[in-house]
């Protein structure tokens, strides 16, 4: 099983020390917007979406100009998730599901460029925007993003895994809770024959090394997490979890980390 790893959208947020925790304190970051795009049966499903082509074609309109100001995205067609799909020679159709994390707008825009996929994601991040965007989401959460109305598979989250709660969404994919970073948040877990399985954590860690194995975390990154996250305990209780994975050896990635091979066996 050939799991893809997609930078969906390079960032460039200031100051590669605080925020890569090396470098030039005036030098700009680098990070990405990590997708994965794994075989699902006779096609394909994709986990988050990256930014897509209509964000790039309107980025004020669609990103936003204090988004745009901040991390400052590259903008490159070729880091769309369906540009790097036709380049691995996959028929975009074959792209049946998107399982999203959540609905930041780094990771939801690459959406409408697959409007036949069902897009599953957890029923408690569906409520932040249907029918109307609650206010306290509007800085985060742009609807221009899902204004070609997207074929929503809203989850209920009613089965576990390892102990928290859980639903599988095909035979190998399933939604776990991992609330914190904003309500309704989930990792998307990828189970793979013959070895443990692979978590996508989405943005419950952003600086894997030191979030998960100890360590000081680059400040800027740190500081932008307590920012962002609306549950402080939660974000703590599902950091201790990815921590007790990574424990016993399952392999974990997140979204923003530069670095592709992060923990565990892989
Ligand atoms: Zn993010």
Redesign the pocket.
Known sequence: MTIHHLNCGTLHPPSQLLVNGRGGLTAPATLV?RCLLVPAGKYWALIDAGLGMSDLRDPRGRLGDTFLRRVRPALDPEETAIRQVQKLDIDPHDVRSIILT?H?L??VGGISDFPWADVYVSRKQVDLIIPVLRRDMARRLHPAQWSHTPQWAPVDLLETWRSRPARRVSDQLRLVALDGHIDGHCAVVIDREGRSPLIHA??AIMDARTDLFGGRAPLGLLAFQYKTRTDARAWKESRAWLKECVDEGIDVVC??DPNPRITGSH
């Open positions: 917007c959540h930041d780094d990771h989405g943005d979204s923003h």
